[in-house]
């Protein structure tokens, strides 16, 4: 049986490498960026093999869940656009990355 879609977020933003440079600028995709990610089906991972799953999208009640999750661990914790139109999960990663601490 497959993960439910809020259960298989928090694993992949947890083992992933996607989450762990914008967690450090206190950033958190919106939730259009997020499923575009959650869309595609993979992540890298440190050290290991590729992190792959079934693609997949929250609902606005799964990702409020996923985001008040994520905010109990990473105090601050904002979600910003960062000028990135659309759902462009490579652009807001992208952008999250340069942006300053």
């Known amino acids: 049986m497959a993960p439910l879609p809020f259960e298989e977020a928090k694993r992949i933003v ?3 490498l996607s989450f762990r440079i914008p ?3 206190g950033l958190f995709p919106p939730r259009d ?3 575009a990610f959650f869309g595609c089906g993979y992540d890298d991972r440190p050290g290991e093999q590729i992190l792959e ?3 997949f999208c929250l609902s ?3 990702y409020a869940a996923l985001l008040a999750w994520w905010r109990s661990a990473h105090h601050g914790a904002r979600v910003e656009r960062l000028g990135v139109d659309g759902a462009d999960f ?3 990663f ?3 990355v340069r942006r300053e601490k």
């Open 14 to 16: 947890t083992d992933g």
């Open 23 to 25: 967690a450090e600028r």
């Open 33 to 35: 960026v997020a499923n």
């Open 53 to 55: 799953w079934a693609p």
């Open 60 to 62: 606005e009640e799964e």
């Open 90 to 92: 490579s652009r807001w």
């Open 94 to 96: 992208s952008r999250a």
